[in-house]
Every structure is written in C-alpha cells, then in structure tokens.
C-alpha cells in the first residue's frame, strides 16, 4: 500500500482532529498550524498526519498518527520521511518531539533521548512543551541533512 501524501488546508481540520483524538493526541491548538500538516490518503480517505510547528532553525515534530487499521504498513515512516524533507527544505536543522508511546519508533528513524530543558526556546514555549503533553512524555531530537543532502520528496 502506498498512499498518496498532500498538504493539508483548513478544509481538513475536522478529519485531522477526529484522527488525532481517536490516538488520543492533542488537538486543542491544530487550527494555527494546519497549513504545516501533510496528510496521508488511502482510497480518498485520510489515513495518517504528521506537522510542523517552525521555531527558527529548530521546528517541534507534532501529532504523527495512522489510523489503527493501517499501522504497520509504513505509513508513518512514509510521512516521517516527508515532514523532514519539508523541514530541511525550510531551513530546520533540528526536530524536537514529545512522545508518551512511539519512543521506539522514533529511534528506530533516527531520534534520541534529548532533555526537555535544552530545546530551544521557541521549541519550549509552544503549547506541546509546556502544558498540552504530560511532562512525562520522553523528549527526543534529530539533526537534519542540510543542503545537498537533504532528501527530496513530496508534498
């Protein structure tokens, strides 16, 4: 199965909040960065999501999901592999994330423990870091390709 990947728009709120609440994941501040959601899509149907929140040369990984009935089929590493590329092509050199359950499959793309207290500011200050995740959540981060290495790929 390879679904086809896009930009997601206002438009899509409403399936991203309903993906993101059945994997019990925050959506109370969604609306603000929509614009940097890449949604996945089987058959026409929204499947995955993964976004962006930019903080300069950082950015916070926020909110990768897949449907249940489609995990395991490489959807998330397919979008992890597109929010990279869009971040690098952005100018990010770094990916901060929270996580209360994913930390294997994270590492497993290249992520590491990393402490909360040493991520940039404007990855601190947004919603995620300081109250919409739990502080147990593990923090992890990635460098990125710059450059000529950075991937190219879609959206």
């Known amino acids: 199965m390879t679904p086809t990947l896009e930009t997601a728009n206002a438009a899509d709120l409403k399936v991203i909040r309903a993906l993101l609440s059945a994997s019990d994941l925050p959506v109370d501040d969604i609306d603000e960065h929509v614009a940097e959601f890449i949604l996945a899509k089987w058959e026409g149907t929204t499947i995955g999501t993964v976004g962006l929140e930019f903080a300069g040369e950082a950015a916070l990984l926020r909110s990768l999901c897949v449907a249940r009935p489609h995990r395991g089929q490489a959807v998330g590493a397919r979008l992890l592999a597109a929010i990279e590329t869009k971040a690098a092509s952005r100018g990010v050199r770094e990916l901060y994330l929270l996580t209360t359950n994913a930390k294997a499959f994270f590492e497993h793309h290249g992520f590491s423990a990393a402490s909360r207290s040493n991520a940039p500011e404007g990855v601190r200050s947004s919603a995620q870091f300081r109250t919409l995740c739990p502080a147990t ?19």
């Open 137 to 155: 959540a593990c923090c992890l981060r990635k460098t990125l390709p710059s450059g000529a290495n950075a991937q190219t790929g879609s959206p």
